[in-house]
């Protein structure tokens, strides 16, 4: 999922001018006849694209239309989301709720779906604000939701005597304990550049708050700031008991390495490491919090990004669309995905959760019990700042977490640039 040219496209990442034709074939269908719906998708992965199939399998028996399923590899269409909304797009797409949606509401690429929503059920106040636009209009069906977490092989735990750590300072000393044990204790990689911003989120939540967290996101707080500098300063401390070269490491190939015992833990979401363990394994797989560093934060917030569909503004088949983005808002529609897919959790209160795993329910539970929900750094901020500022500044401090001061004036003097852009 590298986002390095979300907005920006050719003109940043020397990569990203040969990729427009991958996506240009996501519009080419034949929309505009009535019996078709084209779908644009990032579900590129072979679980996540069978099950999100079996959904369209059965919108299409209930609904005698057609859904004609654009699959893009994930990492191209992240990249190349502005620049496909704005030629050719389907007439429904995947997509994330929260900035990420009002973002590109906000400059017309996409359909209201407003009138739909006044006939959904089962959706909380939370997740239809999550859907609403900054002019208060809805244009998001949220489908599912996973946290983030500490992930861990039971057996390894056990064999290794380990204890579950509520307290950094308990997380520091096991991750040593690991590494005494001959155990790589995080398994990294950002060679997609977003994994890391898993970690950098809750580090900064534990230790600076929800509030904090939120207003540094919108570009309100100052990236100089101590606290700041404190979350970077924890960060260093725990790099020694990281795989080394985690910028020349995938997501999946750490998530492999958590299945292959070769490392201890894993910062991830919850369908990463779930899609990477084989299914004899799955039973073995588990998650904590991440701990708490300040009292006063404990581990009130949770990271659950919630990704749905969204129709485009240039929407062939609007009539055909609506009827899919209803059925997607249904229980039935989660029901048949995660049925192949057990690794997310549905969003719609009608599910049918009798045969969700226990990871699944732990899942749901933990998310419940939140006090507060974050959607994940490049969904909580603008989309340039975080392809075109952040991913390279992690990645900056995963290869040399030395000059934090220096790295964080870089980030503050681009912010400054960013969002005032943004307000002209």
Same mark, same amino acid.
């Given at each position: 999922?590298?986002?390095?040219?979300?907005?920006?496209?050719?003109?940043?990442?020397?990569?990203?001018?040969?990729?427009?034709?991958?996506?240009?074939?996501?519009?080419?269908?034949?929309?505009?006849?009535?019996?078709?719906?084209?779908?644009?998708?990032?579900?590129?992965?072979?679980?996540?694209?069978?099950?999100?199939?079996?959904?369209?399998?059965?919108?299409?028996?209930?609904?005698?239309?057609?859904?004609?399923?654009?699959?893009?590899?994930?990492?191209?269409?992240?990249?190349?989301?502005?620049?496909?909304?704005?030629?050719?797009?389907?007439?429904?797409?995947?997509?994330?709720?929260?900035? %990420?949606?009002? $973002?590109?509401?906000? &400059? !017309? /690429?996409?359909?209201?779906?407003?009138?739909?929503?006044? *006939?959904?059920?089962?959706?909380?106040?939370?997740?239809?604000?999550?859907?609403?636009?900054?002019?208060?209009?809805?244009?998001?069906?949220?489908?599912?939701?996973?946290?983030?977490?500490?992930?861990?092989?039971?057996?390894?735990?056990?064999?290794?005597?380990?204890?579950?750590?509520?307290?950094?300072?308990?997380?520091?000393?096991?991750?040593?304990?690991?590494?005494?044990?001959?155990?790589?204790?995080?398994?990294?990689?950002?060679?997609?550049?977003?994994?890391?911003?898993?970690?950098?989120?809750?580090?900064?939540?534990?230790?600076?708050?929800?509030?904090?967290?939120?207003?540094?996101?919108?570009?309100?707080?100052?990236?100089?700031?101590?606290?700041? %500098?404190?979350? $970077?300063?924890?960060? &260093? !401390? /725990?790099?020694?008991?990281?795989?080394?070269?985690?910028? *020349?490491?995938?997501?999946?190939?750490?998530?492999?390495?958590?299945?292959?015992?070769?490392?201890?833990?894993?910062?991830?979401?919850?369908?990463?490491?779930?899609?990477?363990?084989?299914?004899?394994?799955?039973?073995?797989?588990?998650?904590?919090?991440?701990?708490?560093?300040?009292?006063?934060?404990?581990?009130?917030?949770?990271?659950?990004?919630?990704?749905?569909?969204?129709?485009?503004?240039?929407?062939?088949?609007?009539?055909?669309?609506?009827?899919?983005?209803?059925?997607?808002?249904?229980?039935?529609?989660?029901?048949?995905?995660?049925?192949?897919?057990?690794?997310?959790?549905?969003?719609?209160?009608?599910?049918?959760?009798?045969?969700?795993?226990?990871?699944?329910?732990?899942?749901?539970?933990?998310?419940?019990?939140?006090?507060?929900?974050?959607?994940?750094?490049?969904?909580?901020?603008?989309?340039?700042?975080?392809?075109?500022?952040?991913?390279?500044?992690?990645?900056?401090?995963?290869?040399?977490?030395?000059?934090?001061?220096?790295?964080?004036?870089?980030?503050?003097?681009?912010?400054?640039?960013?969002?005032?852009?943004?307000?002209?």
């Amino acid at each position: 999922m590298t986002r390095r040219s979300l907005l920006r496209g050719a003109a940043l990442g020397a990569g990203a001018v040969t990729l427009p034709t991958l996506l240009a074939a996501c519009g080419s269908g034949p929309g505009g006849d009535g019996k078709t719906v084209t779908l644009g998708s990032n579900a590129s992965d072979e679980v996540p694209r069978k099950a999100f199939q079996d959904a369209f399998d059965l919108f299409e028996k209930k609904s005698k239309k057609k859904v004609e399923v654009n699959t893009v590899d994930h990492n191209t269409f992240q990249e190349n989301i502005n620049r496909y909304l704005q030629g050719q797009p389907d007439d429904v797409f995947m997509w994330f709720a929260g900035y %990420r949606m009002q $973002f590109f509401a906000e &400059r !017309g /690429l996409l359909t209201e779906i407003s009138d739909l929503w006044k *006939g959904f059920d089962g959706f909380s106040g939370a997740l239809k604000d999550q859907s609403t636009g900054a002019d208060g209009k809805q244009y998001f069906v949220p489908f599912y939701y996973y946290p983030w977490a500490v992930f861990y092989r039971k057996s390894v735990f056990e064999q290794g005597g380990y204890e579950i750590p509520t307290t950094f300072d308990q997380y520091t000393a096991l991750a040593k304990q690991m590494q005494k044990d001959g155990l790589v204790p995080f398994a990294f990689g950002d060679k997609d550049g977003w994994p890391a911003m898993g970690t950098f989120d809750y580090l900064n939540m534990r230790a600076n708050g929800y509030e904090f967290h939120k207003s540094l996101m919108a570009g309100e707080e100052s990236w100089t700031d101590p606290r700041v %500098r404190e979350v $970077f300063d924890l960060w &260093r !401390g /725990l790099m020694p008991y990281h795989d080394k070269g985690a910028n *020349g490491r995938t997501w999946q190939e750490a998530a492999q390495s958590l299945a292959q015992k070769k490392t201890g833990m894993a910062v991830l979401g919850l369908p990463h490491p779930g899609q990477q363990f084989a299914e004899a394994d799955r039973d073995d797989l588990d998650f904590f919090p991440f701990p708490e560093i300040s009292p006063e934060h404990g581990q009130d917030a949770v990271e659950a990004p919630i990704d749905g569909f969204l129709m485009s503004s240039k929407v062939k088949n609007e009539e055909g669309a609506q009827e899919l983005l209803k059925f997607l808002a249904t229980p039935a529609a989660e029901d048949a995905y995660l049925k192949t897919d057990p690794n997310n959790v549905a969003v719609h209160s009608g599910a049918d959760t009798s045969a969700y795993s226990t990871l699944q329910k732990k899942a749901a539970e933990m998310v419940s019990n939140a006090k507060q929900i974050s959607q994940f750094l490049d969904r909580d901020t603008r989309p340039d700042f975080a392809s075109t500022v952040m991913i390279k500044a992690l990645q900056d401090f995963i290869d040399d977490p030395g000059d934090i001061d220096g790295l964080l004036n870089g980030i503050e003097s681009q912010k400054k640039t960013i969002f005032a852009e943004g307000q002209e």
